[in-house]
């Protein structure tokens, strides 16, 4: 990260991973990696309520994670910017790592 990034964009970053340190939230970004979903198809897959994953999207299209388009009666939602996989491929990388070895620890 650049050192001399000025407030406005470090807030801007930390919004992003505010949104993104939702688990729902994450499980919406997942999703959306195949492809672009209606909110009735991530409401059917996240077995949750249609104002629940309503109020999620909302946060993740304000933050620019996800872009949104109306096709008929329905909106359909997708990823912005699929460069945010790398960075969720390196933290669950990490981590598996570090469960790794702690289990090796244990025994």
Do not use: W
């Amino acid at each position: 990260m650049a050192k001399d990034l000025p407030p406005a964009t470090i807030e801007l970053i930390a919004q992003r991973f505010r949104a993104m340190g939702e688990p729902m939230r994450l499980r919406i970004l997942m999703a959306l990696r195949e492809g672009e979903r209606s909110v009735t198809e991530l409401v059917e897959q996240q077995e949750t309520s249609q104002a629940n994953i309503s109020k999620h999207l909302q946060v993740l299209t304000a933050c620019g994670l996800l872009t949104r388009r109306k096709q008929g009666l329905n909106v359909l939602y997708a990823i912005a910017d699929p460069g945010i996989f790398s960075m969720c491929d390196s933290v669950c990388g990490s981590i598996k790592k570090h469960l790794d070895t702690q289990a090796k620890l244990l025994g």
